[in-house]
């Protein structure tokens, strides 16, 4: 069974960094595609960064050139760099993986069929 766990959430006042980790276990793969998601209070669940099999990223308008994906493909382990952080960065922050990556996931990389997800962890960014 694949199990993600995402690390390394926490409060931090704007302007601030953290980096998240989302740690695979149990995954069979040499490789994977894979996102970051969070749900901000209030709103639905929404895209942050997507990176492909060969290392393309995608960002959302919000974060672009604030946030960084990275993954070690050896390891199983992503990555979500996020620096000068906001306030409306706040919520609950998912990964999500996959080993099925066509072109297609390129295209639509937030709304991908992504079939692991970790649990979430919380980012919380005061003013």
């Known amino acids: 069974e694949v199990q993600l766990v995402e690390s390394g959430g926490g409060s931090v006042q704007a302007g601030g960094s953290l980096r998240l980790s989302c740690q695979a276990s149990?995954?069979?793969?040499?490789?994977?595609?894979a996102g970051w998601f969070r749900q901000l209070p209030g709103k639905e669940r929404e895209g942050v960064a997507s990176i492909g099999l060969h290392g393309s990223s995608t960002y959302a308008a919000s974060v672009k050139g604030r946030f960084t994906i990275s993954k070690v493909d050896a390891a199983s382990t992503l990555y979500l760099q996020m620096d000068s952080l906001k306030p409306e960065d706040t919520g609950m922050y998912y990964c999500a993986i996959d080993s099925y990556c066509p072109q297609g996931f390129e295209d639509e990389p937030f709304t991908w069929g992504y079939p692991y997800w970790g649990q979430g962890t919380q980012v919380t960014v005061s003013s």
């Open positions: 149990g995954y069979p793969y040499r490789d994977f595609c």
